[in-house]
């Protein structure tokens, strides 16, 4: 018998449009001989499935089921394609965690964990994972530019601290340039971290538990032609993404270790998309991503592609890897 899978897209941050782009690449490629595919439009109005005709079924929060032609439907497994708030900060994972659904993206603490750039960087140095010097503020602080400056040294870079897409981020050359950007970062969360600039090859490496197995996918280069990785680059074709990256054998196999790694450390599952820039041969971790993007040009997808896995097989594993 086929499964009711809910691909969920939307959520309540900026990255909502990029959101509804990955899952509805997500429920174009899941193979219909295993699997009723119903795309779940969350937003903060409403929770909806829109059907073939336009016609909208609300969701009930209860169970997280919809009724079709007065008959409900509840789901076998949640296919999470939300980037940010609440599909990458643990709250829908808590929230399918209670009501016992398999969901394709990690559990609900490591979500959040992952989600708030300080917290994971504070989590991972112990086991000796090398990062930037970083400042970190919360709304309201003192604000002396001086001190943090003299930290982080310039240039360098200042970012919301639970935010993706590179939203809210900012190089700043300058000590004119700290204010503007620290009020930008703020648009977007009430914690911003301030980090050094590392300069070396920034790649970008996806774990995924595939076939039962944690298998790390062929690493991916970044080449930005912008002053760093922004939205323009990531999303607007102003970069050049690189698979396999051109990077030494001593270099990959370090930064494939590390990722692997952190994927086992923090008990991830489901597909994670972590960011390094190498100083030298010694890879630095930027952050990690739960939830990465899943369109056919995002990196994870290609870096899928150069191992040989399709998007059938990519989202179906991810499926199968949750009900297991």
Not at 55 to 69: A, G
Request: charged letters at 25%; hydrophobic letters at 35%.
């Amino acid at each position: 018998m086929k499964k009711n899978i809910a691909v969920i897209m939307g959520g309540y941050s900026s990255e909502y449009e990029i959101s509804i782009k990955s899952g509805t690449v997500v429920h174009k490629f899941l193979d219909r001989s295993k699997y009723n595919s119903f795309p779940i439009l969350i937003s903060h109005k409403k929770w909806v499935y829109q059907d073939e005709h336009g016609q909208e079924h609300p969701v009930d929060k209860s169970d997280f089921s919809i009724s079709i032609e007065g008959q409900k439907v509840h789901f076998d497994c949640i296919f999470n394609a939300i980037h940010g708030t609440p599909g990458e900060d643990g709250l829908l994972q808590a929230y399918f965690e209670l009501l016992d659904i398999p969901q394709t993206s990690c559990n609900h603490y490591q979500a959040a964990l992952t989600f708030n750039k300080r917290d994971l960087l504070s989590t991972l140095k112990p086991y000796g994972v090398q990062c930037a010097k970083s400042h970190y503020l919360n709304e309201g602080d003192d604000i002396n530019e001086e001190t943090i400056i003299q930290k982080v040294g310039l240039p360098c870079f200042v970012k919301a601290n639970r935010a993706g897409s590179s939203y809210g981020i900012s190089k700043v050359h300058q000590q004119k340039e700290l204010h503007p950007a620290i009020t930008k970062a703020f648009a977007e969360d009430n914690q911003i971290i301030i980090e050094s600039a590392l300069e070396g090859t920034e790649v970008s490496v996806g774990v995924i538990t595939y076939g039962s197995a944690v298998t790390v996918l062929p690493i991916t280069e970044i080449v930005s032609e912008n002053d760093f990785f922004d939205y323009e680059a990531k999303y607007l074709g102003k970069s050049e993404e690189i698979t396999p990256a051109r990077i030494t054998e001593t270099q990959k196999n370090k930064v494939t270790e590390l990722a692997k790694f952190i994927y086992q450390t923090l008990g991830l599952k489901g597909y994670t998309r972590s960011e390094f820039i190498f100083v030298g041969d010694e890879p630095h971790l930027l952050e990690v991503n739960t939830t990465p993007g899943l369109t056919e040009a995002s990196i994870l997808p290609q870096q899928a592609k150069v191992a040989g896995i399709s998007l059938e097989q990519l989202f179906g594993s991810a499926i199968e890897e949750a009900m297991r």
